[in-house]
């Protein structure tokens, strides 16, 4: 089956601390797979794809097939990075997590 | 410039009353169209999705309706509302026209459906 399972509901820090947000899937062809992020009282956007290996806001993702997963990092969270964060698979349709919302304290 | 509209922003709808959400995109033409919704803990769901004008493919089998009665217009309907279906509802495009990498959703603001 074809599946995204982000295990965190909610991940707190402070200003300053590394953010990895987790994310695996399931899926038995190549993946294609995204991160989606939606700030308070802004729209759900694209933040980055896997395959452009891009740093986004500082944030990378690496995929790890071995491991099937996706997981969303950040060296140094910043307090506007507080946001819902959603992992994307893509098939012939876009398959999202049960997304994790991230809270960056002062 | 490409811009997606949705209304209305927010609905409270008694039990058994009809729904009906519009969206519209402006700026492109034959987009792929997409409803979501998104309920408390269960992330995104795909409702619908059309690659055109009158097709439409539904995902999951349930008291809702989907039509695309002009290129750049979704519809999401019900003919009785049921308690379960409360939720944020997000509607959402994508260019056909590109890769499936270089053409993410692009979403609206959401309708958020509180059925009583």
């Known amino acids: 089956a074809q599946r995204v399972t982000q295990p965190e509901k909610l991940l707190s820090v402070f200003k300053g601390a590394p953010v990895e947000l987790k994310c695996n899937y399931s899926y038995s062809g190549s993946p294609e797979l995204f991160w989606y992020v939606q700030y308070s009282r802004q729209r759900l956007q694209l933040l980055l794809r896997?395959?452009s290996r891009e740093s986004i806001k500082g944030f990378t993702a690496d995929l790890n097939k071995g491991e099937t997963s996706f997981h969303l990092k950040k060296p140094f969270a910043q307090e506007e990075d507080s946001a819902m964060y959603y992992c994307?698979?893509?098939?012939?349709?876009?398959?999202f997590g049960t997304g994790t919302r991230l809270q960056v304290f002062p | 410039s490409q811009t997606i509209h949705q209304w209305p922003a927010t609905l409270v709808q008694p039990v058994g009353s009809p729904l009906s959400l519009e969206c519209t995109v402006e700026g492109t033409s034959n987009p792929n169209l997409y409803w979501y919704r998104q309920a408390a803990g269960r992330g995104l769901q795909l409702l619908f999705y059309?690659?055109?004008?009158?097709?439409i493919s539904s995902e999951v089998p349930q008291n809702l309706s989907a039509s695309r009665p002009q290129d750049r217009q979704f519809i999401l309907s019900s003919k009785k509302l049921l308690l379960s279906d409360s939720g944020f509802y997000l509607c959402a495009w994508s260019d056909p026209s590109k890769s499936s990498y270089n053409s993410p959703l692009h979403f609206g603001n959401g309708t958020r459906l509180t059925v009583t």
């Open positions: 059309s690659v055109g004008i009158g097709q």
């Open positions: 994307a698979l893509r098939t012939d349709k876009l398959i």
């Open positions: 896997h395959i």
